[in-house]
């Protein structure tokens, strides 16, 4: 049940986050960058930003739950939260651009969607890397 709660508050702390820094970013992605360099490199351009608000989310909700450092422990909280990443990311495609599943799932062939694909990756993967790098780090100290 820990595992549920970490991921869950991972996941909802990061979409808020990440939709709060999206909409600070928005203007400047849809009126700057996108018409000087294209979709792709705003997609490019956005995304190390959202990593590094899952990074420190991550580590914040794996100190503040006390997650054991176990890899599978904190791929569990991955997982949960992609999870419930993907079930929005669904709703939100099918609701706000009127997209079928099937339509929201063929974008990721495109490059922004690889990018996007690979954000969500590394979105899932972070509980993990920073649980290795704060393990990794007490080892060092011994």
Same mark, same amino acid.
């Given at each position: 049940?820990?595992?549920?709660? !970490?991921?869950?508050?991972? *996941?909802?702390?990061?979409?808020?986050?990440?939709?709060? +820094?999206?909409?600070? @970013?928005?203007?400047?992605?849809?009126?700057?960058?996108?018409?000087?360099?294209?979709?792709?490199?705003?997609? @490019?351009?956005?995304?190390? #930003?959202?990593?590094? /608000?899952?990074?420190? /989310?991550?580590?914040?909700?794996?100190? &503040? @739950?006390? +997650?054991?450092?176990? #890899?599978?422990? &904190? !791929?569990?909280?991955?997982? /949960?939260? #992609?999870?419930?990443? $993907?079930?929005?990311?669904?709703?939100?495609?099918?609701?706000?651009?009127? $997209?079928?599943?099937?339509?929201? #799932?063929?974008? *990721?062939?495109? @490059?922004?969607?690889?990018?996007? !694909?690979?954000?969500?990756?590394?979105?899932?993967?972070?509980?993990?890397? /920073?649980?290795?790098?704060?393990?990794?780090? &007490?080892?060092?100290? &011994?």
């Amino acid at each position: 049940m820990p595992t549920l709660k !970490a991921g869950a508050l991972y *996941f909802a702390l990061t979409f808020a986050l990440t939709f709060a +820094v999206g909409w600070i @970013l928005g203007p400047i992605r849809e009126f700057w960058v996108i018409p000087r360099l294209g979709r792709t490199a705003a997609f @490019l351009f956005e995304a190390p #930003l959202m990593l590094v /608000v899952s990074f420190a /989310v991550a580590r914040w909700v794996m100190r &503040r @739950l006390a +997650v054991p450092p176990a #890899l599978t422990t &904190r !791929a569990m909280v991955g997982h /949960v939260a #992609l999870g419930l990443l $993907l079930i929005a990311e669904s709703i939100g495609a099918w609701g706000l651009r009127g $997209l079928s599943l099937m339509d929201y #799932l063929a974008s *990721f062939h495109a @490059l922004p969607g690889a990018v996007t !694909a690979a954000s969500f990756l590394l979105f899932a993967a972070m509980p993990m890397i /920073v649980g290795r790098r704060r393990s990794r780090g &007490r080892d060092e100290r &011994r």
